[in-house]
């Protein structure tokens, strides 16, 4: 089972750029699929980005076009390229690995992101 460390929050002005890591430690990496979801203050967590262990990428809609999921399964890490930032960006981001097989539902412990001038 894998452990999760999220890194590359902070602070970014509008329309600026944040590349957010998940870096992975553990076994079979490469056989789960992985998630960034976010949670700003009093709202509920949510879905931004996938990619499957296949590589099939999945995005929420308010995000299509602006933010990128990568991985690299050498490095054990997941990656999550954030350009043209705006406020409602900013939240909490957690990493997540899924891997149904084994019933592995693992979370990070986020990093924070505040888009602000």
């Known amino acids: 089972q894998v452990r999760l460390v999220e890194s590359g929050g902070g602070l970014v002005q509008p329309g600026g750029s944040l590349r957010l890591s998940c870096a992975a430690s553990?076994?079979?990496?490469?056989?789960?699929?992985m998630n960034w979801y976010r949670q700003a203050p009093g709202l509920q967590r949510d879905l931004v980005a996938g990619i499957s262990s296949g590589g099939y990428l999945s995005y929420a809609d308010s995000v299509k076009g602006r933010f990128t999921v990568s991985r690299d399964n050498a490095k054990n890490t997941v990656y999550l390229q954030m350009n043209s930032l705006k406020p409602e960006d900013t939240a909490l981001y957690y990493c997540?690995?899924?891997?149904?097989?084994?019933?592995?539902?693992?979370w990070g412990q986020g990093t924070q992101v505040i888009v602000s001038s």
């Open positions: 553990g076994s079979d990496f490469s056989m789960y699929h």
């Open positions: 997540n690995a899924v891997r149904h097989t084994t019933r592995s539902n693992i």
